[in-house]
C-alpha cells in the first residue's frame, strides 16, 4: 500500500540561531504549534519560534531574495 507523504510539521523549536545565508525558504505554521520552518539550501528543515529576532531578520531576507528574482 502506498503510503501518504504527511506534510512535516514542527512540533518542538530550536532555540539555536541559524546562519541566515543557509537559509533558502520558509512556511508559517499555526497548528500544532506557532511556528517558523526554516528549509536549508541542503533541504534540512529547522522549526523556530517567531518572535525571535534573528527569526524575523531572516524572513525578510528570504522576501527580499524572492523579489528579486
Known amino acids: 500500500s502506498a503510503q501518504v507523504m504527511r506534510k512535516f510539521k514542527c512540533v518542538n523549536l530550536s ?6 545565508q543557509n537559509l533558502v525558504s520558509y512556511e508559517r ?9 526554516f528549509i536549508t539550501a541542503r533541504g534540512t528543515r ?17 522576501d527580499e531574495k524572492r523579489a528579486a528574482k
Open 15 to 20: 532555540t539555536k540561531r541559524f546562519n541566515i
Open 29 to 37: 505554521q499555526q497548528i500544532p504549534i506557532n511556528a517558523i520552518m
Open 46 to 62: 529547522i522549526c523556530v519560534s517567531p518572535d525571535q529576532k534573528w527569526v524575523q531578520t531572516a524572513i525578510k531576507r528570504i
